[in-house]
């Protein structure tokens, strides 16, 4: 799931790396996204709801504009934050199953 939210943030122009990813949308460290994929981990609660804020923030701020092609960017964006929400919560349920630390 994030890294459809990555290819996406890049292919709109957003990031042009997986550092840039893991600080301005992650809130984490540069090297933070790369090490999950190394590991191939999912990533914490913590830089999903921080990537989910962030994308709904800027969803926000073009679906402002007058212009109709930033209103369809925001939509994109919006989609994003959902995905992130998704996989948050879908974290929070297997923390709650006792799954933690797995």
């Known amino acids: 799931m994030i890294e459809n939210v990555f290819e996406e943030l890049k292919g709109i122009g ?3 790396s997986g550092s ?3 600080e ?3 809130g984490m460290e540069a090297s933070y996204y790369r090490g999950l994929r190394a590991k191939q981990r999912d990533p914490s609660v913590r830089a ?6 962030r994308l709904r923030g800027r969803a926000g701020i073009l679906q ?3 212009y109709p092609q930033i209103r369809l960017a925001a939509q994109r964006y919006q989609v994003l934050a959902e995905q992130c ?3 948050l919560l ?3 349920d297997g923390e709650r199953g006792g799954n933690e630390g797995v």
Do not use: E, K, M, Y
């Open 48 to 53: 999903l709801a921080n990537c989910a804020v």
């Open 85 to 87: 929400l998704n996989g």
């Open 64 to 66: 402002r504009s007058a």
């Open 24 to 26: 301005q949308w992650l």
């Open 14 to 16: 957003a990031v042009t």
């Open 20 to 22: 840039d990813f893991s």
């Open 90 to 92: 879908a974290a929070c």
